[in-house]
């Protein structure tokens, strides 16, 4: 997620254990964290979506995935597999529309 004055910031979940990341893996994560959510129309959904996309990207780069791509790649397949039931229904909805 940019910020408005462009800082790059990915939310952490408090009960995420905290990590540090080098700036170039802070802005792939960034970049990750955005697409998934353009691509999974978060903007609609409930804050905890965001938390769980966010949570997926932080866990891959903690593995050492640092590719943009791959990154978003991952936690679009952990929200697939992690999200309720309505919320399959809504995203579909979305992205039909």
Do not use: W, Y
Not at 34 to 41: G, I, K, S, T, Y
Request: aromatic letters at 4%; hydrophobic letters at 45%; a negative charge.
């Amino acid at each position: 997620m940019t910020t408005p004055n462009g800082v790059t910031a990915v939310p952490i979940n408090p009960s995420t254990e905290l990590g540090v990341f080098e700036p170039e893996a802070a802005a792939a994560m960034g970049k990750a964290f955005d697409a998934a959510c353009e691509e999974l129309h978060c903007t609609s959904q409930p804050e905890v979506v965001r938390e769980l996309i966010a949570t997926l990207v932080i866990a891959a780069a903690s593995q050492g995935e640092l590719d943009p791509i791959r990154l978003r790649t991952v936690a679009q397949a952990g929200f697939a597999i992690c999200r309720p039931r309505g919320l399959a229904a809504s995203a579909g909805a979305s992205a039909a529309s």
